[in-house]
C-alpha cells in the first residue's frame, strides 16, 4: 500500500480521485489546498483528511508520493519543498516555468535518490499500448510522419465560467488563458510522441495571441499564446506536426503515416479511444468507398468526415475502470500507480527524470514560440 497526498484540490483533483478507485493499492492520506474553502469542499465530497498546513502535509510521515495538482507557477517552488522533505514527487505539467528550473528540480531528486514524474498519464493509456503494439508489428511499416492536434474549440466563447468539478471546484478560466493553452494542453500530445519515438533532436515553433479579446473578466490580462505549432524531428527518423490551440474546432486525434500505411487515434484525451488502420496494399472499407464515389460523382466534399481507415479491436479489460466523464476520459491516477510500482521495483517510472525534463522543455518552447530550438535534455 502507497500512500500519496494531494497538494491542491482545484478542478483537476477530482479527476484524480475518479480514477484512483481503479488501483487499491493506492491509498489517499489527505490533501491541502491555500484556499481553504475548496479545500474543505474537496475533503467533505471525498471524505478525505484536509491537512492543517502545507508543512503538516509534508511533514506526515505515512505520506511517500506527494502528488502535485497546484497551478503551473508554483509547480517549482512546491517539487523543491516536497523533493527537500524527503518525498516522492508527480506533477502535473510542467515540472517549472523555465528549463532551469525543471532541470533542478530533476537534479535534486537525483541527488536524494528520489523519483520525480511528470504527467499527463495519458502517455501510458490502452490506445497508446495498441498504438505502439501496431507500429511494432509492422502494420504501416517504417513511421516516417505524424501530425498532432490539440485543439480545444473556442472555450474562450462557451459559458466555462459555470463549469464545475464533482467537488464544487471552478473551471480556473482566467488562469488558463493567462498561463495558455499551450502549457496546460501540449503535454498531452507531446507524451504520446516521445513515448512512440523517443527524443527530439530538434524543431521549429512558433506561438500567437490569436483572439485577445476572450470576453467578460479578461480585459487588463496579460494573456498568454492561444495558439502555438511545432515541427519536430526525432531522433528515430520520424517528423511530427504539433498544433495547440483554443479556438480551432474539437480536434485531439493523431495521425501516423509510414511507409505501408496510416494509423488514426482519434482521441488522445480517451483511454481506449478509436485507433484506425489502414494500408496503402488494402482496400478501404465500403462506406469511404461510397463517400469517395459520392464526392467524385458529385464534384463536392461531403459535410462529415470519416475517419480514415478500419478500427482496430481492443482485447477486453481485465476489469472495469473508473474515468472521468467525457471529454476528459483519461486514467489519471494511472501515472501515480505506475510511478509506485517502479519504485517499490527499485525500476525508474517511464516519465521521470530525464524524460519528465525533456517533455517540460519541448512544452516550454512551443509556449515561448522563438522559431528554432535544439533541446538541451536527452534520454
Not at 92 to 104: H, N, T, Y
Not at 152 to 173: I, L, Y
Not at 233 to 262: K, M, N, Q, Y
Not at 290 to 299: I, K, S, T, V
Request: net charge neutral; hydrophobic share 40%; proline share 6%.
Amino acid at each position: 500500500m502507497t500512500k500519496i497526498a494531494l497538494i491542491g484540490t482545484g478542478f483537476v483533483a477530482d479527476y484524480y480521485m475518479t480514477t484512483l478507485a481503479n488501483y487499491p493499492e493506492l491509498r489517499l492520506a489527505g490533501a491541502w489546498d491555500r484556499d481553504s474553502g475548496r479545500l474543505g469542499e474537496f475533503c467533505r465530497f471525498h471524505d478525505a483528511r484536509a491537512y492543517g498546513s502545507l508543512e503538516e502535509c509534508l511533514a506526515d510521515p505515512a505520506v511517500e508520493i506527494i502528488v502535485n495538482l497546484t497551478s503551473p507557477e508554483s509547480h517549482y517552488a512546491l517539487n523543491r519543498a516536497a523533493l527537500t522533505a524527503g518525498k516522492h514527487v508527480y506533477c502535473e505539467k510542467p515540472l517549472g516555468m523555465s528549463f532551469d528550473e525543471a532541470r533542478e528540480v530533476v537534479e535534486l531528486a537525483a541527488r536524494k535518490d528520489l523519483v520525480v514524474c511528470g504527467a499527463p498519464a495519458n502517455g501510458l493509456s490502452d490506445a497508446l499500448e495498441l498504438t505502439r503494439s501496431l507500429i511494432a508489428a509492422g502494420g504501416i511499416g517504417t513511421p516516417r510522419l505524424a501530425y498532432a492536434e490539440m485543439e480545444d474549440g473556442p472555450v474562450f466563447r462557451d459559458n466555462w465560467s459555470k463549469w464545475r468539478s464533482r467537488s464544487g471546484a471552478k473551471w480556473p478560466g482566467l488562469h488558463e488563458f493567462e498561463i495558455g493553452c499551450t502549457l496546460e494542453h501540449s503535454g498531452y500530445g507531446l507524451s504520446w510522441l516521445v513515448a512512440l519515438f523517443g527524443p527530439v533532436e530538434k524543431g521549429q515553433v512558433f506561438s500567437a495571441l490569436t483572439f485577445p479579446d476572450k470576453g467578460p473578466g479578461t480585459s487588463g490580462l496579460a494573456l498568454a499564446p492561444d495558439f502555438s505549432v511545432g515541427c519536430l524531428s526525432f531522433r528515430s527518423g520520424v517528423t511530427a506536426r504539433l498544433t495547440c490551440g483554443l479556438a480551432a474546432p474539437r480536434d485531439r486525434s493523431l495521425t501516423i503515416i509510414g511507409d505501408e500505411g496510416t494509423l488514426v487515434v482519434r482521441d488522445l484525451w480517451d483511454d481506449r479511444s478509436p485507433v484506425h488502420l489502414s494500408r496503402f496494399d488494402g482496400k478501404p472499407p465500403l462506406l469511404q468507398r461510397l463517400a469517395a464515389l459520392f464526392e467524385r460523382q458529385r464534384g463536392r466534399v461531403l459535410p462529415l468526415r470519416l475517419t480514415h481507415g478500419r478500427p482496430v479491436a481492443y482485447k477486453a479489460p481485465a476489469k472495469a475502470r473508473s474515468l472521468s466523464a467525457f471529454p476528459s476520459r483519461i486514467d489519471f491516477a494511472r501515472g501515480i500507480a505506475v510511478m509506485a510500482r517502479a519504485i517499490d521495483a527499485g525500476e525508474a517510472p517511464f516519465f521521470s527524470g530525464e524524460r519528465a525534463l525533456h517533455l517540460t522543455e519541448l512544452a516550454l518552447a512551443l509556449n515561448d514560440g522563438a522559431g528554432s530550438f535544439t533541446p538541451r535534455s536527452g534520454f
